[in-house]
């Protein structure tokens, strides 16, 4: 039942001294007038006086006493209330309270802070260090803080909780009157992972950016080795085999750099792989080729199964980021050697579960140290790692595992101590292997002509293989160093029937040359390249200006000038 504000305010007036001096008038109300009373209605017969003054103390005694506990019954309950009051505030905060001593023993606690650390109340009133801080970086706990008179004492460290977890907390404590300390104690662990949420999208934003800068270098790097490898190709004559096997090398390393440039791009933009038939055997056989030459000689590589043209459905790319990560735990686990051994199969191995249907099985198994049960239970943790800081960072069979996983594929790992480990992959099948090539098709009779061409590149190596490229072709070739200089000539009269373009370049890009030959009203077609992957810049390309990726080929480069040499004029 509620009171009136005016009874509460009326219960707050009884003291201890409100009560003596309440005390104090009644009686000597009642022994003034009850004697004046007892003197005008009794006789003088002094017996009967002492008669009824026995009487009247008795009643004085009996009324006092039932004043008393009126009064003291009123104080109490304005005690108990006033306590309610206070445990209910304490109760219903969102922050921990606790009221230490000098020795850090908790005296008294609300629930929030209870929960905090996993105890009941009655129990961690009771046990001595249960307030225990733990500071960040540091194993042991320390004594709590201890603020001076009449300042307040901020701290940000952990608190050890009943189950051994530690919990982030920040810590307001004040130095009583009495010599007690009172602490207001905040969880601050939500809102430190969204900090690192926060510092985590803002990273990658960075890694896209600083991404998305490198690789129009890298890309120009790339292009410029695979159109040299082309155009020495060329040049080679046929009998020189062993020139030729080394040329398609070299393209088949930049094709392979290329690829890895783009999927990073994509990783730092979260874009979905690029999930396609692929023969798995095949893909792995050339990851081995560079395995073999990444992993030290006392490390023998072995390819097992002869299971070939497994389809399965997956990303290239991922397939290699996959065994070139698992190879590189396998290598710190053999720090004195030992095997590798890598199997494809389409046959589902010994004692591996799977659902019904076709898959392809990727299994990679060394003879390293191996691991307990305790540590391959928690290998596909983020940042878990055995290895010091300067070694490993435990990301990389996380990344194996997201990677499987985005392929919508399965992984087992199986591990004994001192015998080795075996990672068993599997990955959804397909009804047909297709093999991407990374060699260069033999060579026919690429298209050319005798149209005027512009080339307009910042990457010198770049800008010249592209010119003897197409000059072989038949077409004239004039070449520019970036848009300023381009628009400079196409003002001064020259004639070209297109332009082909790089996008980022110094004192006027792509996209602003463009614009300015439309609004000359220039009627020559228009050849974007460009090796950002998927920037802002490509999206808002006009639709009638094609885009060729970097890096590009001499058949890609050829082909597609001749395709757009072939669509009708802009103006």
């Known amino acids: 039942m509620s009171r009136s504000p005016r009874a509460g305010r009326s219960l707050e007036l009884l003291t201890p001294g409100s009560i003596a001096l309440l005390y104090f008038l009644t009686g000597a109300v009642w022994i003034l007038f009850s004697d004046r009373l007892v003197a005008s209605i009794t006789p003088a017969d002094h017996g009967a006086l002492t008669r009824f003054q026995t009487f009247k103390g008795i009643g004085f005694i009996g009324g006092s006493a039932l004043f008393l506990y009126w009064l003291l019954r009123l104080a109490w309950r304005q005690k108990v209330q006033s306590e309610e009051r206070y445990r209910t505030l304490l109760d219903e905060a969102s922050d921990g309270v606790f009221l230490v001593d000098e020795a850090g023993a908790v005296l008294d606690v609300n629930a929030k802070g209870c929960e905090m650390l996993g105890y009941a109340r009655a129990e961690l009133l009771a046990t001595p260090d249960a307030m225990q801080r733990v500071p960040q970086g540091e194993a042991d706990g320390t004594g709590p803080g201890r603020p001076g008179s009449g300042e307040t004492l901020l701290e940000a460290t952990r608190l050890r909780r009943r189950d051994g977890t530690l919990l982030p ?97 994509g990783f730092s933009r979260q874009s979905p792989l690029q999930v396609e ?94 691991m307990s049960e305790e540590v391959r239970a928690r290998v596909f943790d983020p940042f878990f790692t055995t290895k010091p800081p300067s070694e490993g960072s435990g990301l990389g069979l996380p990344m194996v595992y997201g990677l499987v996983r985005q392929q919508n594929g399965a992984i087992e790992i199986a591990s004994e101590l001192g015998i080795g480990t075996t990672v068993t992959i599997r990955l ?144």
Request: net charge negative; proline share 6%.
């Open 277 to 370: 038939p692929i023969d798995l055997a095949a893909e792995v056989d050339d990851v081995l080729e560079t395995l073999r030459r990444l992993l030290p000689s006392n490390i023998a590589v072995e390819r097992r199964g002869d299971d070939r043209g497994v389809g399965v459905h997956a990303d290239r790319v991922a397939v290699e980021q996959i065994l070139i990560n698992l190879a590189t735990n396998a290598r710190d686990a053999m720090p004195g050697g030992g095997s590798l051994a890598v199997a494809v199969t389409a046959t589902t191995p010994p004692g591996v579960a799977a659902p019904e249907g076709r898959h392809g099985w990727l299994i990679v198994r060394d003879t390293g140290t191996g």
């Open 428 to 571: 959804p099948g397909a009804a047909r292997a297709a093999r991407q090539s990374h060699a260069t098709p033999a060579h026919g009779v690429l298209p050319g002509g005798t149209e005027t061409l512009l080339v307009v590149e910042d990457e010198p190596a770049l800008r010249t293989a592209a010119v003897r490229i197409l000059e072989r072709l038949g077409y004239t070739v004039h070449d520019c160093a970036d848009g300023e200089e381009a628009l400079e000539r196409l003002r001064s009269g020259i004639t070209v029937d297109l332009v082909i373009s790089d996008i980022m370049m110094p004192r006027r890009n792509g996209r602003e040359l463009y614009e300015a030959l439309r609004a000359d009203g220039h009627p020559a077609r228009f050849l974007y390249a460009s090796g950002y992957g998927g920037s802002p810049e490509e999206a808002a390309l006009a639709p009638d200006a094609p885009l060729l990726r970097k890096p590009w080929t001499a058949d890609e480069l050829a082909l597609k000038v001749r395709e757009v040499l072939e669509m009708p004029a802009a103006i």
């Open 169 to 265: 907390v920040e810590i307001s404590s004040r130095l009583r009157e009495d010599g007690l300390i009172l602490s207001m104690v905040r969880d601050v662990s939500e809102r430190r992972a969204l900090e690192d949420q926060l510092r985590q999208a803002q990273k990658m934003e960075a890694v896209g950016q600083l991404t998305g800068g490198i690789a129009h270098d890298l890309n120009n790097v790339l292009a410029t080795v695979i159109a040299n490898a082309d155009l020495a190709r060329q040049a080679v004559p046929p009998s020189l085999q062993g020139v030729h096997a080394d040329l398609i090398e070299v393209r088949r390393a930049a094709n392979r750099g290329a690829e890895m440039i783009r999927k990073l791009l």
